[in-house]
Protein backbone atom coordinates (compact mmCIF):
# COMPACT_ATOMS: atom_id res chain seq x y z
CA UNK A 1 0.00 0.00 0.00
CA UNK A 2 2.61 2.65 1.07
CA UNK A 3 4.92 1.93 -2.15
CA UNK A 4 1.43 2.30 -4.33
CA UNK A 5 1.18 5.43 -2.48
CA UNK A 6 4.99 6.75 -2.93
CA UNK A 7 4.36 5.80 -7.16
CA UNK A 8 0.91 7.67 -7.38
CA UNK A 9 2.97 10.42 -5.58
CA UNK A 10 5.92 10.65 -7.81
CA UNK A 11 3.47 10.17 -10.65
CA UNK A 12 2.01 12.82 -9.94
CA UNK A 13 -1.61 11.25 -9.68
CA UNK A 14 -1.50 12.03 -6.04
CA UNK A 15 -0.73 15.16 -4.67
CA UNK A 16 -0.29 16.59 -0.96
CA UNK A 17 -1.18 19.81 0.18
CA UNK A 18 -0.27 21.78 3.58
CA UNK A 19 -3.90 21.64 3.51
CA UNK A 20 -4.71 18.30 3.47
CA UNK A 21 -1.75 17.21 6.83
CA UNK A 22 -2.57 18.13 10.05
CA UNK A 23 -0.32 20.73 11.62
CA UNK A 24 2.44 19.14 13.93
CA UNK A 25 2.15 22.20 16.63
CA UNK A 26 -1.87 22.27 16.99
CA UNK A 27 -3.19 21.18 19.84
CA UNK A 28 -6.14 18.53 19.25
CA UNK A 29 -9.42 18.97 21.09
CA UNK A 30 -8.83 16.71 23.93
CA UNK A 31 -5.96 19.61 24.91
CA UNK A 32 -7.73 22.46 24.30
CA UNK A 33 -10.33 21.60 26.81
CA UNK A 34 -7.87 20.72 29.45
CA UNK A 35 -6.52 23.85 29.06
CA UNK A 36 -9.48 25.43 29.39
CA UNK A 37 -10.48 23.59 32.36
CA UNK A 38 -6.69 24.22 33.83
CA UNK A 39 -7.86 27.99 33.47
CA UNK A 40 -10.73 27.70 35.30
CA UNK A 41 -9.40 26.24 37.97
CA UNK A 42 -6.97 29.00 38.10
CA UNK A 43 -9.55 31.46 38.68
CA UNK A 44 -10.48 29.41 41.35
CA UNK A 45 -7.25 29.94 42.97
CA UNK A 46 -7.60 33.83 42.90
CA UNK A 47 -9.64 33.99 45.72
CA UNK A 48 -7.63 32.36 47.86
CA UNK A 49 -5.14 34.52 49.88
CA UNK A 50 -1.54 33.92 49.43
CA UNK A 51 -0.82 32.14 52.43
CA UNK A 52 -3.59 29.58 51.14
CA UNK A 53 -2.44 29.30 47.71
CA UNK A 54 0.68 28.38 49.11
CA UNK A 55 -0.96 25.82 51.53
CA UNK A 56 -2.99 24.15 48.59
CA UNK A 57 -0.03 24.06 46.30
CA UNK A 58 2.63 22.30 48.87
CA UNK A 59 -0.78 19.87 49.80
CA UNK A 60 -1.08 19.22 45.65
CA UNK A 61 2.65 18.77 44.93
CA UNK A 62 3.95 17.22 48.20
CA UNK A 63 1.54 16.14 50.60
CA UNK A 64 1.06 12.35 51.52
CA UNK A 65 -1.70 10.30 50.71
CA UNK A 66 -3.28 10.84 53.89
CA UNK A 67 -3.50 14.64 53.23
CA UNK A 68 -4.59 14.08 50.07
CA UNK A 69 -7.65 12.06 51.32
CA UNK A 70 -8.38 14.87 54.23
CA UNK A 71 -9.55 16.38 51.14
CA UNK A 72 -13.21 16.24 50.16
CA UNK A 73 -14.15 13.68 47.57
CA UNK A 74 -10.58 12.41 47.43
CA UNK A 75 -10.79 8.96 48.32
CA UNK A 76 -7.74 6.31 48.06
CA UNK A 77 -7.60 5.51 44.42
CA UNK A 78 -7.84 9.14 43.11
CA UNK A 79 -5.11 10.12 46.22
CA UNK A 80 -3.10 7.44 44.48
CA UNK A 81 -3.61 9.10 41.03
CA UNK A 82 -2.66 12.45 42.53
CA UNK A 83 0.62 11.25 43.45
CA UNK A 84 1.37 9.27 40.50
CA UNK A 85 0.15 12.03 38.63
CA UNK A 86 3.29 14.50 39.96
CA UNK A 87 4.93 16.92 39.66
CA UNK A 88 2.09 19.28 38.70
CA UNK A 89 2.82 22.76 37.46
CA UNK A 90 0.29 24.30 39.86
CA UNK A 91 -2.56 23.42 42.30
CA UNK A 92 -5.13 23.91 39.18
CA UNK A 93 -3.24 21.10 37.16
CA UNK A 94 -4.77 18.95 39.79
CA UNK A 95 -7.75 18.85 37.52
CA UNK A 96 -5.93 16.82 34.68
CA UNK A 97 -5.97 14.14 37.52
CA UNK A 98 -8.51 11.34 36.52
CA UNK A 99 -11.44 11.74 38.83
CA UNK A 100 -10.98 15.42 39.44
CA UNK A 101 -13.17 17.79 37.52
CA UNK A 102 -13.97 21.36 38.22
CA UNK A 103 -16.44 20.77 40.48
CA UNK A 104 -14.29 18.53 42.64
CA UNK A 105 -11.36 20.82 42.48
CA UNK A 106 -14.12 24.02 43.49
CA UNK A 107 -15.31 22.12 46.72
CA UNK A 108 -11.05 21.87 47.64
CA UNK A 109 -10.49 25.19 47.12
CA UNK A 110 -13.69 26.03 49.47
CA UNK A 111 -12.52 23.21 51.81
CA UNK A 112 -8.91 24.80 51.93
CA UNK A 113 -10.37 28.79 52.01
CA UNK A 114 -12.43 27.46 55.46
CA UNK A 115 -8.96 27.28 56.61
CA UNK A 116 -9.09 23.16 57.74
CA UNK A 117 -6.03 23.02 59.76
CA UNK A 118 -5.45 18.99 59.08
CA UNK A 119 -4.38 19.52 55.12
CA UNK A 120 -1.13 21.23 55.68
CA UNK A 121 1.49 18.97 55.21
CA UNK A 122 4.67 18.75 57.25
CA UNK A 123 7.57 20.36 55.87
CA UNK A 124 10.44 18.05 55.61
CA UNK A 125 13.10 18.83 57.88
CA UNK A 126 16.96 17.98 57.17
CA UNK A 127 17.75 15.54 59.60
Not at 64 to 70: A, I, P, Q, S
Not at 87 to 101: N, R
Request: aromatic share 4%; charged share 30%; net charge positive.
Amino acid sequence: MRLEIVALLALGVVTLSAADQPAKNEPTAAETEQQAEIAEATKLTQKLSSYKKGKLTRLVKSGTKEDLMNLPRIGEATADRIISARPFDSSAHLVTVKGIGLKTFAKIVDFVDKGDRTVTPKKKTPG
